[in-house]
Protein backbone atom coordinates (compact mmCIF):
# COMPACT_ATOMS: atom_id res chain seq x y z
CA UNK A 1 0.00 0.00 0.00
CA UNK A 2 1.70 3.31 -1.26
CA UNK A 3 1.56 5.88 1.65
CA UNK A 4 1.42 9.61 1.41
CA UNK A 5 2.06 12.46 3.84
CA UNK A 6 -1.07 13.27 6.14
CA UNK A 7 -3.41 15.91 6.19
CA UNK A 8 -4.18 15.13 9.57
CA UNK A 9 -4.24 12.81 11.70
CA UNK A 10 -6.62 10.28 14.41
CA UNK A 11 -6.02 7.73 16.54
CA UNK A 12 -8.32 5.36 18.49
CA UNK A 13 -7.90 2.43 21.03
CA UNK A 14 -10.02 -0.74 20.56
CA UNK A 15 -9.57 -4.01 22.13
CA UNK A 16 -10.33 -7.00 20.18
CA UNK A 17 -13.98 -8.40 21.09
CA UNK A 18 -15.12 -12.14 20.75
CA UNK A 19 -17.58 -11.22 18.06
CA UNK A 20 -14.28 -9.73 16.00
CA UNK A 21 -13.07 -13.37 15.62
CA UNK A 22 -13.87 -15.96 13.25
CA UNK A 23 -13.38 -19.45 13.64
CA UNK A 24 -9.47 -19.65 14.09
CA UNK A 25 -9.64 -17.38 16.78
CA UNK A 26 -8.22 -14.42 14.86
CA UNK A 27 -9.57 -10.71 13.96
CA UNK A 28 -11.75 -11.30 10.56
CA UNK A 29 -11.00 -9.08 7.60
CA UNK A 30 -14.81 -7.79 7.93
CA UNK A 31 -13.99 -7.03 11.58
CA UNK A 32 -10.61 -5.09 10.78
CA UNK A 33 -13.00 -3.10 8.36
CA UNK A 34 -15.39 -2.33 10.81
CA UNK A 35 -12.84 -1.07 13.26
CA UNK A 36 -11.75 0.90 10.43
CA UNK A 37 -14.97 1.91 9.94
CA UNK A 38 -15.72 3.16 14.29
CA UNK A 39 -12.39 5.11 13.35
CA UNK A 40 -13.57 7.27 10.61
CA UNK A 41 -16.69 8.17 12.80
CA UNK A 42 -14.92 8.99 15.46
CA UNK A 43 -12.77 10.73 13.57
CA UNK A 44 -15.53 12.94 12.08
CA UNK A 45 -17.16 13.33 15.61
CA UNK A 46 -14.26 14.93 16.75
CA UNK A 47 -14.44 17.06 14.07
CA UNK A 48 -18.13 17.78 14.62
CA UNK A 49 -19.43 16.15 11.62
CA UNK A 50 -21.06 12.83 11.04
CA UNK A 51 -21.15 10.20 8.44
CA UNK A 52 -24.97 11.43 7.99
CA UNK A 53 -24.90 14.87 7.89
CA UNK A 54 -28.21 17.43 6.56
CA UNK A 55 -28.00 21.12 5.82
CA UNK A 56 -31.22 23.16 3.64
CA UNK A 57 -30.85 21.08 0.76
CA UNK A 58 -31.60 18.27 2.31
CA UNK A 59 -29.58 14.59 3.93
CA UNK A 60 -25.78 14.05 2.60
CA UNK A 61 -23.46 11.32 3.26
CA UNK A 62 -19.90 9.65 2.25
CA UNK A 63 -20.34 6.23 1.18
CA UNK A 64 -17.00 4.37 0.10
CA UNK A 65 -15.70 3.65 -3.43
CA UNK A 66 -12.86 1.89 -2.32
CA UNK A 67 -11.98 -0.64 0.55
CA UNK A 68 -8.84 -2.23 0.68
CA UNK A 69 -7.18 -3.85 3.69
CA UNK A 70 -3.71 -5.66 4.00
CA UNK A 71 -3.30 -7.90 7.15
CA UNK A 72 0.15 -8.78 7.93
CA UNK A 73 0.03 -10.25 11.31
CA UNK A 74 -3.20 -12.01 13.45
CA UNK A 75 -4.87 -10.56 15.91
CA UNK A 76 -6.36 -12.09 18.24
CA UNK A 77 -9.74 -11.76 21.42
CA UNK A 78 -8.52 -9.06 23.81
CA UNK A 79 -5.73 -7.51 21.89
CA UNK A 80 -5.42 -4.47 22.46
CA UNK A 81 -5.05 -2.31 18.71
CA UNK A 82 -4.19 0.49 17.84
CA UNK A 83 -6.27 2.19 14.41
CA UNK A 84 -3.97 5.37 13.62
CA UNK A 85 -6.33 7.08 10.55
CA UNK A 86 -4.69 9.50 8.20
CA UNK A 87 -6.74 11.94 6.34
CA UNK A 88 -4.34 12.08 2.84
CA UNK A 89 -6.53 13.75 0.15
CA UNK A 90 -9.50 15.88 0.52
CA UNK A 91 -9.95 17.47 -2.74
CA UNK A 92 -13.47 18.51 -3.39
CA UNK A 93 -14.83 15.75 -5.06
CA UNK A 94 -13.50 12.73 -2.81
CA UNK A 95 -11.59 11.92 0.78
CA UNK A 96 -9.12 9.37 1.29
CA UNK A 97 -8.15 7.76 4.25
CA UNK A 98 -4.97 5.37 5.06
CA UNK A 99 -5.25 3.26 8.22
CA UNK A 100 -2.56 1.79 10.16
CA UNK A 101 -3.85 -1.08 12.95
CA UNK A 102 -1.01 -2.22 15.62
CA UNK A 103 -1.06 -4.23 18.80
CA UNK A 104 -0.18 -2.09 21.26
CA UNK A 105 0.55 -5.35 23.45
CA UNK A 106 2.79 -4.54 26.27
CA UNK A 107 4.86 -7.64 26.28
CA UNK A 108 5.51 -7.23 22.66
CA UNK A 109 5.78 -3.71 21.96
CA UNK A 110 3.91 -2.39 19.38
CA UNK A 111 3.31 -4.32 15.70
CA UNK A 112 1.89 -3.49 13.07
CA UNK A 113 -1.34 -6.27 11.73
CA UNK A 114 -3.22 -4.75 9.16
CA UNK A 115 -3.11 -1.20 6.84
CA UNK A 116 -6.25 -0.15 5.14
CA UNK A 117 -7.66 2.59 3.46
CA UNK A 118 -10.73 4.30 2.20
CA UNK A 119 -11.65 6.27 -0.41
CA UNK A 120 -15.24 7.87 -0.59
CA UNK A 121 -17.49 11.04 -1.69
CA UNK A 122 -20.02 13.25 -0.39
CA UNK A 123 -23.22 11.89 -1.86
CA UNK A 124 -27.05 13.75 -1.31
CA UNK A 125 -29.70 11.66 -0.35
CA UNK A 126 -32.80 12.66 -2.15
CA UNK A 127 -36.01 11.29 -0.21
CA UNK A 128 -37.65 10.08 -3.68
CA UNK A 129 -34.86 9.47 -6.29
CA UNK A 130 -31.71 7.16 -5.91
CA UNK A 131 -27.95 9.32 -4.45
CA UNK A 132 -25.89 11.20 -6.65
CA UNK A 133 -22.61 12.55 -6.07
CA UNK A 134 -22.01 15.99 -5.16
CA UNK A 135 -18.65 18.63 -4.62
CA UNK A 136 -17.97 18.25 -0.68
CA UNK A 137 -18.96 21.65 0.99
CA UNK A 138 -16.34 23.55 1.83
CA UNK A 139 -17.23 23.37 5.25
CA UNK A 140 -16.71 20.61 5.77
CA UNK A 141 -13.55 20.54 3.94
CA UNK A 142 -12.42 22.89 6.61
CA UNK A 143 -13.82 20.85 9.24
CA UNK A 144 -11.80 17.71 8.30
CA UNK A 145 -8.39 19.37 7.72
CA UNK A 146 -8.68 21.12 11.06
CA UNK A 147 -6.32 20.40 13.78
CA UNK A 148 -8.89 20.09 16.80
Do not use: W
Not at 13 to 35: E, K, P, Q
Not at 80 to 97: C, M, T
Amino acid sequence: MQTQSAITKFTQLRRVSMVDTDASGTVSLGAFIRMMEETEYAFLRSRGLSVVLSDDKGIMGFPRLEVSIDVTQPARFDDPLQIELSLIEVDGKHVVYEFIIENVTDAIGSKQVATGRFRVVCCRFPNDDKPYAILTPLHVIEALQSST
